[in-house]
């Protein structure tokens, strides 16, 4: 599985010259607590809305710390998505290394 830290994933975010697609696994109510602005496509949602995943581009799937997001990129590579990027710590690692004003929980 090809994973992103934080600081790289920020990178992307800020660079025109790179385009993803960035969605978070977490369930809504974790989402309103903080989060990145990814979409929001919750894990028991997500192999019925594989069509909003693009294939064209990188994407980066996230939840709290990682495992959830590592268990969705494994389903969809079985799928045959080969783009797919895990956030390495999920948000509370961005919370660490990029954000610290973001409520970790």
């Known amino acids: 599985m090809k994973e992103v830290t934080p600081n790289e ?4 975010m800020e660079s025109s ?22 979409e929001l496509i919750p894990m028991g949602e ?4 594989m069509h909003k995943i693009r294939k064209d581009v990188k994407v980066v799937i996230h939840c709290r710390s990682g495992g959830r997001s590592g268990a969705m990129i494994q389903a969809l590579e079985r799928h ?5 990027y895990n956030l390495l710590g999920g948000i509370l690692a961005w919370a660490d290394e990029v954000d610290n004003s973001l409520e970790k929980y």
Do not use: K
């Open 9 to 12: 994933l920020n990178i992307w």
């Open 17 to 38: 010259h790179v385009e993803i697609q960035v969605i978070d696994v977490r369930e809504p109510y974790e989402a309103d607590i903080c989060n990145i602005g990814a």
């Open 46 to 49: 997500i192999m019925v809305n």
């Open 80 to 84: 045959g998505y080969e783009n797919l």
